[in-house]
């Protein structure tokens, strides 16, 4: 039966959901923000080179260095039906909690959550690597911003370019003096002699998986010590490999990819000794899912012990240590991971929305909770949908 999409009012009110949980403290929930916020946060002398919106028929367009390409709505799909879901549109088709505070309060009251942990969100497909970069400093001022409407339940993560670790540094400090909880770095470092237009945006979350740099060289130590001294969390999104979001074709073989390969991420710093040269560092596997950790923990374990003679890895514990005291990971609906949680890699796993993008709980967030936690005891329950969050971010 087919659906007559473009009737879909996404803002319409939405009915309060009854609570199945006192405290619930959102993981990974997500900003849209609109293209014209660029002229308004981006440095002056960068203003002028910003997106313009233009509408034409029933799309709105995005016009950026001589490219004019249709509103994407797959990051916005909250208030729709799944069989109504919509790849592009106008502004008017997203819902406006995506980048309205108040509005993004509102639904977060009528979805019972209290807590929110807000990634983006930027930055610009731009191939002008001055831009690019500013672009990453004008997203975070936007996201500082939005939350300062409620420093009580929203929490901003900031995003940092990777291909300088001096000014990723400055920007880590910028970020936590602003009062973000965390800061989102890509998969990989990045490398500007790859740099280029068509893969600008991607390479915000996945950097240069080929590249010659890797994030447990000492070039990247002074980054960890920030961190550490900043008691700031850092992220992986989705960065080990990213989904073709608007390829009809390869998307749904690709999400599932998506999540493990974020073992690698945590591969090469674990076995590259950050964590024992860092053992107070954060690391989160945002939206990675958590059901296949517990295979992949022991699964490192055994070959650690079998293989890291003759390739002299001399980490000091069994990579299972790390992840129970340096490894968090976040799900959205994962109810295998929920049964696995007292085995090893599943200690510190969190619950998370996805609001509003296009696997999000909304508005039906305690009912998936109710589903995922079916015969768990409360106690373990509040760590999964708010005392690992609050612990991992440090809300408290």
């Not at 069989?83 to 509102?106: E, T």
């Not at 300088?164 to 009062?179: F, L, Y």
């Not at 599932?256 to 710093?269: F, H, N, T």
């Not at 079916?374 to 760590?383: F, K, N």
Request: with cysteine; aromatic share 12%.
């Amino acid at each position: 039966m087919s659906t007559v999409i473009d009737d879909v009012d996404v803002n319409r009110q939405i009915d309060i959901a009854p609570r199945v949980a006192d405290h619930v403290v959102d993981a990974d929930a997500h900003v849209t923000p609109p293209p014209g916020m660029w002229a308004d946060y981006l440095a002056p002398q960068f203003r002028a080179l910003a997106p313009v919106v233009e509408t034409d028929g029933e799309f709105d367009y995005v016009v950026f260095e001589g490219n004019r390409r249709k509103l994407n709505l797959m990051a916005s799909q909250a208030g729709r039906a799944f069989n109504q879901y919509k790849n592009n549109g106008r502004m008017s088709d997203m819902r406006v909690g995506g980048w309205m505070a108040p509005a993004r309060l509102d639904d977060m009251d009528r979805d019972g959550i209290d807590v929110a942990v807000v990634f983006g969100g930027g930055p610009l497909a731009t191939g002008n690597l001055e831009l690019y970069n500013e672009s990453f400093a004008a997203y975070n001022r936007w996201i500082m911003d939005f939350c300062s409407h409620d420093p009580k339940r929203l929490h901003p993560v900031a995003y940092l370019p990777m291909a300088d670790v001096d000014q990723a540094i400055a920007m880590m400090r910028e970020a936590r003096s602003n009062g973000a909880v965390a800061v989102n770095i890509p998969a990989f470092p990045q490398t500007v002699a790859r740099f280029n237009k068509a893969e600008s945006q991607f390479q915000a979350l996945s950097g240069d998986s080929g590249g010659d740099r890797q994030y447990r060289d000492p070039e990247f130590d002074p980054l960890w010590a920030a961190a550490c001294e900043l008691d700031l969390a850092v992220t992986f999104h989705l960065g080990a490999r990213v989904s073709r979001f608007t390829d009809k074709a390869n998307f749904l073989p690709d999400i599932p990819m998506s999540k493990v390969a974020m073992l690698e991420v945590i591969g090469i710093l674990l076995y590259g000794g950050v964590f024992d040269r860092f053992p107070s560092l954060r690391v989160g596997l945002i939206e990675s899912g958590v059901g296949w950790l517990p295979w992949a923990v022991t699964y490192m374990d055994r070959t650690w012990e079998m293989q890291r003679h003759w390739t002299e890895c001399d980490i000091l514990h069994p990579p299972s240590h790390y992840f129970d005291r340096n490894v968090y990971a976040s799900f959205i609906s994962d109810p295998v991971g929920v049964e696995l949680r007292r085995h090893i890699g599943c200690k510190n796993i969190m619950w998370s929305s996805d609001y509003p993008h296009s696997e999000t709980t909304f508005p039906h967030s305690h009912e998936t909770i109710a589903n995922n936690f079916a015969g768990v005891s409360p106690e373990d329950r509040d760590w999964i949908i708010a005392g690992c969050a609050e612990k991992f971010f440090a809300l408290k």
